[in-house]
């Protein structure tokens, strides 16, 4: 399979800790992506790192990249229970007939308890 | 600004039924998609157009039909509906062309129950 893997596939912390997400890939990508999708709603992009990125900033998340080990991380710090959400990568390939296409994972579901 | 819009929200067919899936978006992207999702198996491209006028198969195709109306319009139909097409069904767009896999902006879904 070309998606990418999600784990773990359930987290559940306390408001105020961190949480951590991780997303692995097999073959070379061109860019990957992290969304976010409440219960009942579409999903919501969140971050996007193109495989010549190492790390990125957005608010209280921070994405990295390691194109070595095919793997990516999230990181949200000093979780809110408004973060309680499926979270979802996508990785973006860069040849053949996947191009243009984004795979999704099976998702993250983290739970963050007030 | 409604972004991406679809209809219906909910929608129970017979086997053998057909139906068509709507979908919408005012922020003058290029680009449309329609995903599938299902416990436990992520989501799929079914159909995307990366420009009004082309229409694309995805990882899972079989069993649907597109129509890129216009820009803003995208629709998904299922000509003879069967359990296994029991899903909800995602409509997405994106301002460029899907090979620079530019973000995807999604609707909230249409939750299809085949019986």
């Known amino acids: 399979s070309q998606q990418g893997e999600e784990d773990p596939q359930a987290l559940s912390i306390q408001e105020g800790e961190n949480a951590t997400m991780n997303c692995s890939y097999k073959t070379s990508i061109n860019n990957l992506q992290w969304y976010r999708q409440n219960s009942g709603r579409g999903l919501v992009h969140l971050i996007l790192i193109r495989s010549n990125e190492r790390e990125k900033h957005s608010g209280r998340l921070r994405v990295t990249l390691d194109t070595s080990k095919k793997s990516s991380s999230l990181l949200i710090t000093a979780s809110r229970a408004a973060d309680t959400a499926s979270y979802f990568c996508?990785?973006?390939?860069?040849?053949?007939?996947?191009?243009?296409?984004?795979?999704f994972g099976r998702g993250t579901q983290l739970t963050v308890w007030p | 600004n409604a972004g991406v819009t679809q209809t219906p929200k909910f929608q129970v067919l017979k086997t053998g039924q057909s139906m068509t899936l709507q979908c919408a978006q005012d922020?003058?992207?290029?680009?449309m998609y329609w995903y599938r999702q299902d416990p436990g198996m992520g989501l799929r491209l079914i159909y995307y157009s990366a420009s009004e006028g082309t229409t694309d198969k995805g990882e899972v195709p079989n069993g649907y039909n597109v129509s890129r109306l216009n820009k803003r319009e995208f629709s998904l139909r299922l000509e003879s509906a069967a359990p296994s097409q029991t899903s909800v069904y995602f409509c997405?767009?994106?301002?460029?062309?899907?090979?620079?896999?530019?973000?995807?902006?999604f609707g909230n879904g249409t939750r299809l129950t085949v019986t």
């Open positions: 996508a990785t973006g390939f860069d040849r053949g007939s996947t191009l243009g296409r984004l795979y």
């Open positions: 922020m003058n992207h290029n680009s």
């Open positions: 997405a767009s994106s301002e460029s062309n899907p090979r620079w896999n530019s973000p995807l902006h």
